[in-house]
C-alpha cells in the first residue's frame, strides 16, 4: 500500500539552528501539507501546497517557515531559526485530486534544546 | 474553532460494537463530515467521510443524522488495536477550505 514517508524520525537541533523536514508524498497525489502536533497537544494545520505554490497557511506559518517542493518528489518544510516553541512532531499528509482521504506520514520529532 | 463537538473519552469491551458520536449543529450544505484516528505515536489515520447518506468501508460505518447536524462512527467489533484517538472534522467548505481542523477528539479505550 501507498504511504506518506517521512525523515529524519526524529531530529535534534540547537536553538537558532535552522532544520530542514523531508517528506515523500506519495507519487499521484497533488495536494500536499504540514501539520504540526505539540505533546499532548492538538494537531495543528501549518500549510498546504497545491500546483508549486502555498494555497493556505496558518498564523503559526510565520516568516521562520518555508515550504519547497525542489524535485517533484520530495516535499520539505524549512524552519529558519529554531525556537524552543518549534518542539514537535510535524506531520506531512498528502491527497489526491478528487479525493477526501488525506494520508498522513509517521511523523518527525523534532526536539530543539 | 473545531466545529464539531465530540466526548472527551468513551471505553469499549474488545469485540462488541462502538457508536462515537459527534454534533456538528453549524454544518453548511457542502461540508463533508471526516473520520481520522490516531493511534499512539502515530500520524492520524482516515477511517471514512460521507456527505449526507450513510456510509460503510472496510474499517468502519458512518451513519449521519436527516438534518446533518450530528452523525456517528461506528466500529462493528472493537479490537485492541483500536484504541485511539478519534476525530470528527468537517471539511470542504469556502471558510475552511482544503485543511483538516482537528479538535481534541474523542479517546477510545478498549479493554480485553
Known amino acids: 500500500e501507498p504511504e506518506v514517508t517521512q525523515t529524519p524520525s526524529h531530529q535534534v537541533t540547537q536553538m537558532g539552528q535552522e532544520v530542514i523536514l523531508r517528506c515523500v508524498p506519495i507519487s499521484n497525489h497533488l495536494y500536499f501539507y504540514w501539520y504540526r502536533q505539540i505533546l499532548g497537544q492538538k494537531v495543528e494545520f501549518l500549510v498546504s501546497f497545491y500546483n508549486n505554490e502555498i494555497s493556505e497557511k496558518s498564523e503559526i506559518f510565520d516568516d521562520q517557515f518555508s515550504v519547497e517542493r525542489p524535485d517533484g518528489s520530495n516535499f520539505t518544510l524549512k524552519i529558519r531559526s529554531t525556537k524552543l516553541e518549534d518542539s514537535a512532531m510535524y506531520f506531512c499528509?498528502?491527497?489526491?485530486?478528487?479525493?477526501?482521504?488525506?494520508?498522513f506520514g509517521q511523523g518527525t520529532r523534532l526536539t530543539v534544546v | 474553532d473545531a466545529k464539531t463537538t465530540q466526548p472527551n473519552s468513551m471505553e469499549s469491551n474488545e469485540e462488541e460494537p462502538v457508536h462515537l458520536p459527534c454534533n456538528h449543529s453549524?454544518?453548511?450544505?457542502?461540508?463533508?463530515i471526516h473520520w481520522y484516528r490516531q493511534l499512539p505515536s502515530q500520524g492520524p489515520e482516515y477511517v471514512i467521510h460521507?456527505?449526507?447518506s450513510n456510509v460503510n468501508n472496510r474499517m468502519a460505518s458512518l451513519a449521519i443524522a436527516e438534518d446533518r447536524k450530528s452523525s456517528t462512527l461506528i466500529l462493528h467489533r472493537a479490537t485492541l488495536r483500536d484504541a485511539a484517538v478519534y476525530y470528527c472534522i468537517l471539511r470542504g467548505s469556502m471558510e475552511y477550505g482544503n485543511k483538516l481542523v482537528f479538535g481534541a477528539g474523542t479517546i477510545l479505550r478498549v479493554k480485553s
Open positions: 460521507g456527505l449526507t
Open positions: 499528509a498528502s491527497r489526491r485530486p478528487g479525493s477526501g482521504e488525506a494520508f
Open positions: 453549524t454544518i453548511s450544505g457542502t461540508d463533508y
